[in-house]
């Protein structure tokens, strides 16, 4: 595998750290959780059925959230008789809303979207699915439902607009930027990753997280014959001092992790190659059959699309043994 | 019942109004006809979809004495709204049961409010054919439904003062809906001046969604409520005509004390904070958390009667 220069290496740490500028605003959300993966099914209210093309909208925005959750939060879907419901309706818990959550997790949830035509203060509430052609003006209903769902698993308004979070305060309409944004944002889901973890250990952290790493090591020998081999292992994990305390510890596969060596007693690492993932999570691997003696260590960089730190491993001494001498503890061949 | 001591939810930032305490400046009512003092209690034809005729001498719309507070027992009342086959909102009914076992139905537009029965009659309002919209008033005892007044701007509630029978009436103006104030408009005397005015949103508050009037429990401080999409600011019109203006981050009103304004936290739905706003200090403290409803009662001392996932119970405010 061709090396890869430290140089290359350290611009990525850079961009690592540009994603920190999203850190700290990660969508506020409650401390009343569903179970993790909890499979959370709803039903039209009986006196307040949505028409189709909201029950389109609405079972949309129910995939969306199961699509964009990236963490064990909530499934929702839609299943007749279940005890949680969604309704279309004229009157809302409050004068003042588009479309209205009421949560009692871990048992129910309610959702209402309130009657294309009901008439505000301001004027008259459209729908853009309503419509074969959205006017200007017009709210998307698939992003309103969205944004209730994420009311559902428990978040908050946020200051922060889209593409960041759909929890914005003020919900958008056609045609400013996100108002019909089909995903949570980075600082949505980071919430929900750190409520709720994330869905597998290969799931992309919320680039709206800062979190360290740490990388475990080790060799199947630390002395080898010329022609013998060497099997390096890692473990990659979010480091155990984080602050998101649920999310500590947590394994962290399918990522780049790099095995590096420099001569003894060097400065310099130069990659060797990348590890391959190992069966167990967080787990990687690879053999090497060395060409002398260096120092190992297996190295993570921060990646520019996801919110981790980088981290590298403690360092492994690999000696070649020399002459034709019995080869001792350890050695391979 | 809750033991837990409250905690204080906000403090008014130093040098800024806590809440901000302004004069209502009577304006005079630009946007009120003087057809009032001439149409008040008057009798006038139904509006087209109304339900059945009365004639002019059982139509006489008069509020009950007081403490004839909610309306005629045997009555019954429903609004409800109408939806096309596409599901949309194409106009509201309302519904009357009347005491003498009438049943009558009125069609609205959409842009129109209905109140709750009080005085034994229900004041409900919505456009007239020139543009502007006619306040009327429907019998629950005779079904006689009148208008009583029209204006220019579009009414968006009408409360009715315990006290003496004043309207106080929140518009909208112009194109634009913005918000028009609250004028008091007195059919007996046949005057209307505008006591609460246009609410002027903050840049950061968005625009006005939806505007409650309510009464305190004497029946004479009026609370103002405007909120947007995030939170609400409650004016108080005291007797005196004094407002008091009370930004204070929160959201739907629930009650007026002597004392206290409550209301939940500024609205993320449900269950949400409750609120108690101190008149004087404009200060919040958080009387209960993860609410989904409350009620005020101010029949005794008042109490709270609110529903958590606990279940329901009482605290004090």
Redesign the interface.
């Known amino acids: 595998m061709k090396p890869v220069s430290i140089t290359a290496m350290a611009l990525a740490c850079l961009l690592g750290a540009a994603q920190v500028a999203l850190a700290n605003q990660i969508t506020p959300i409650s401390s ?1 959780d569903w179970q993790q993966d909890q499979l959370v099914q709803y039903r039209w209210k009986a006196d307040s059925v ?2 189709d ?2 029950q389109r909208a609405i079972n949309g925005a129910a995939a969306d959230s199961n699509r964009s959750r990236r963490s064990k939060a909530a499934r929702l879907g839609q299943r007749d008789g279940s005890d949680s419901w969604v309704a ?4 809302l ?5 588009i479309a ?5 997790a871990p048992e129910t949830f309610k959702v209402w979207l309130r ?10 509430l459209r729908w853009c699915q ?1 419509f074969d052609s959205a006017p200007n003006g017009c709210f998307d209903a698939r992003t309103a439902a969205l944004h ?1 769902f994420g ?1 559902v698993q428990g978040l ?2 946020t200051s922060v607009g889209p593409p960041d979070s759909i929890m914005y ?3 958008l309409q056609k045609p400013k930027a996100g108002y019909d944004q089909r995903d949570f944002g980075a600082c949505d889901v980071a919430a929900l990753q750190t409520r709720y973890e994330l869905l597998t250990a290969s799931t992309a952290v919320s680039t709206c997280l800062s979190l360290g790493t740490s990388l475990s090591f080790a060799a199947s020998a630390t002395s080898f014959v010329t022609g013998g081999s060497v099997t390096f292992t890692a473990g990659l994990k979010i480091a155990d001092g984080v602050a998101h305390t649920r999310l500590a510890g947590d394994p962290l596969s399918g990522r780049t992790v790099l095995l590096q060596r420099r001569p003894v007693g060097g400065t310099t690492w130069t990659t060797h190659g990348q590890m391959q993932t190992a069966a167990a999570e967080g787990s990687y691997r690879l053999a090497v059959s060395p060409d002398g003696t260096y120092e190992w260590r297996a190295f993570f960089a921060a990646p520019a699309n996801e919110g981790l730190k980088g981290s590298g491993s403690a360092v492994i001494r690999v000696t070649r043994q020399t002459g034709s001498g019995s080869c001792q503890s350890g050695c391979v061949s | 019942m809750r033991s837990r001591a409250p905690k204080e939810h906000h403090i008014p930032r130093p040098g800024t109004r806590p809440p901000a305490i302004l004069l209502a400046r009577r304006l005079g009512p630009t946007t009120v006809l003087l057809l009032m003092a001439a149409v008040a209690f008057a009798v006038s034809p139904l509006p087209s979809g109304a339900g059945p005729a009365v004639t002019p001498a059982d139509c006489l719309v008069v509020a009950s004495p007081s403490g004839e507070e909610h309306g005629f027992a045997g009555t019954s009342m429903t609004v409800e709204a109408v939806l096309s086959r596409r599901g949309e909102q194409i106009g509201r009914r309302l519904e009357v049961r009347t005491q003498r076992g009438t049943s009558i139905s009125v069609a609205l537009a959409s842009d129109s409010f209905v109140g709750e029965p009080r005085g034994g009659r229900v004041l409900y309002a919505q456009r007239s054919p020139t543009g502007g919209s006619e306040i009327r008033a429907l019998s629950l005892d005779s079904g006689c439904n009148a208008r009583l007044m029209e204006l220019q701007d579009v009414v968006r509630s009408v409360l009715e003062s315990p006290a003496d029978g004043s309207l106080f009436v929140h518009t909208v103006v112009g194109a634009e809906r913005h918000d028009g104030g609250v004028t008091r408009i007195n059919p007996a005397a046949g005057s209307a001046e505008q006591v609460v005015p246009p609410f002027v949103p903050a840049a950061d508050f968005g625009r006005v969604y939806a505007t409650q009037l309510a009464w305190a429990a004497d029946g004479q401080t009026l609370a103002v409520q405007s909120c947007g999409a995030e939170s609400c600011v409650t004016r108080l019109l005291a007797p005196d005509g004094n407002l008091l203006t009370y930004d204070t981050p929160h959201g739907a009103y629930v009650g007026l004390t002597d004392d206290t304004l409550i209301a939940f936290a500024a609205d993320h739905g449900r269950p949400a904070e409750l609120l108690a706003i101190d008149r004087r200090t404009g200060i919040a403290r958080v009387v209960a958390d993860e609410v989904f409803e409350a009620e005020l009662s101010t029949a005794g001392p008042p109490s709270l009667l609110i529903e958590t996932p606990a279940g329901r119970h009482e605290v004090l405010p």
């Open positions: 009343r949505p028409p093309w909201m279309y309706a004229a009157e818990p409050t004068t003042a809303a209205y959550a009421s949560r009692n009657t294309h035509g009901h008439v505000f203060d301001w004027g008259v309503f209730e009311h908050g308004h305060t003020t919900s």
